[in-house]
């Protein structure tokens, strides 16, 4: 049982039309989403699924499913009622498109950051509110001189698109793979590799914006010294909403 995850190949889906496969403790599971699961660094979408009769179940997360390998599991709400949602049920499975282009946004801007940061990442978390990136460095970094970096980089417009390459072009590579410990999944014999023109090109699976003119005003907001070997740069929409 596996899902056919459709925000791979386009990240500005918000809905389809989908069939529950499962329905367990985890959650349901659909043959197709436009739900992104909880990965990479960047949160599950939240959103809702309704029937053709009506029935609407709010989903509050989602998440890659523990035990069905390529299953994509929706968490309903706490309290949601999921009896009109059993196997074999069709429904609309919807994002919540906000919070979703929130995170797009702030994705495609720690990509930016990787290119104005020349070390090795070793955390990464996005939300819809903020995103941050921990450096494996030293060096002491300046808020302002990033935040400028970044504008710099969202007004000369460059494209952001993904392909797929094979593993053995991935090991031919290994200064693809600037993350410490986001390694990209292995074993499917290929691996989805996001480019930004002229700027950034890494593995990864999670959503961005088609073009680094979509993610607008975002601006550092913090750095923090995490540890002797680490520096945490946080990234916010400027003045807080996005
Ligand atoms: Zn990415």
Redesign the pocket.
Known sequence: MTTEELFREDATLEACEATVLALDEQGLVLDRTVFYPLGGGQAGDSGTFITAGGATLVIADTRKHQGLPGAITHVPAVGADTAAFTPGTRVTARIDGTKRRAHMRF?TAT?LLCALVPHPVDGCSITAGYARLDFHMNEPLDKDTLSAGIARLVAEAHAVSHRWISEAELDANPGLVRSMSVQPPRGLGRVRV?EIEGVDLQP?G?T?VANTAEVGDVVVTKIEKKSAMTRRVVLGFAGGVA
């Open positions: 994705h990509h996001l990864c999670g961005h």
